[in-house]
């Protein structure tokens, strides 16, 4: 194959975006975690019922689906530059990113099955 | 008259099987001030198999970019007083080595022809010059002065482990400068060529670059500029 200096993959960006948007995803959802978990510390009655009672809330459970959501595509982005960056045969880097897609969504079907 | 101790990374391919540091101790006048000065010393004195590229000698021609204790620099416009002795003097980081303080910089100026470098207008030729309004020439300010001495580049690790396929800073910076000049009528095209995985988004802003730039020039505040036009453009 002739040498060329090949540019443009053309998808740079979109990845780039989505590692922004899901990571300030995950932050608004961590703060709210974090008061819900300060709230029940101070609170007397709170209980593993009140706890399992929230998580039963079907709006809190698409709330936590869309945090896993982003945790998965957030984290496809940061795992994919690493091998960008190290790995340097694309045989190998072709087949660990496939494997990280797999690992992930595999992980995302079975975060469906713990939260609903 | 005072004494400073130098050790300098030496490597001739041809007789040596691998790299070594020499010692030198160079007695500095008054007026020797920058380490460039103290390197001309070593050379004219004591060692004139010492390599090393320079010209200008006043941070113009970008010739003599070292890494100097461990930072990037150029030894023209580095102050002797304050180094810490002895003061180690190593080629820029990540280039081949062709001989001692000289690397082979043809990655370096490839990424940089890769940013087409050059005001791209295919309008048919006006009678006089193409003008440039004073607000539109000072978009180029803080952009426009780089000299290319490769100090950021070389400085940056996205452009250590992917010289071939990332931009690095100095060219980025370069491809604003295109983006943002007035006469310019290419930009889409630019971004473009941009929008790749490695070319533009191997920076993970480490922000080396701009710590080291002895021109004090960002290229960070260059590629997040780039980045905000791709996300203009997109929403
Ligand atoms: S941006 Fe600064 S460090 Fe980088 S090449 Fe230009 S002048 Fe040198
Ligand atoms: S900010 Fe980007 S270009 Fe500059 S040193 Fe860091 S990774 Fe490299
Ligand atoms: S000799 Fe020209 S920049 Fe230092």
Redo the contacts between chains.
Sequence with gaps: MVKR?I???????I???QQRITAVIMLIFAIIFLVCVFISAFNVNSSITSWQNLFNCTLVKIVVQIFFLAVVLHAWVGIR?IW???VKCNAVKLTLHILTILWLFGSLIYSIKVIW | MKKMKFSVYRYNPETDNKPYYKDYEVELEAHDTKLLSALIKIKDYQDDSVSFRRSCREGVCGSDALNINGRNGLACLTDLAGLKEPVILRPIPGLPVIRDLIVDMTQFF?QYN?IKPYVIDDRPMPERERLQSPQERNELNGVIECILCACCSTACP?FW??PDKFVGPAALLHAYRFIADSRDQASSLRL???????????C?TIMNCADVCPKHLNPTRAIGKI?EL??SR?V
Aim: glycine content about 8%; hydrophobic content about 35%.
């Design positions: 200096h540019t443009g993959a053309g998808f740079g960006f990845s780039w975006l530059d960008m960056d190290y | 490839n890769s996205s482990w992917n473009d060529e941009l929008n790749d995985p490695y070319r533009l988004f191997r993970h980045k791709m996300v997109a």
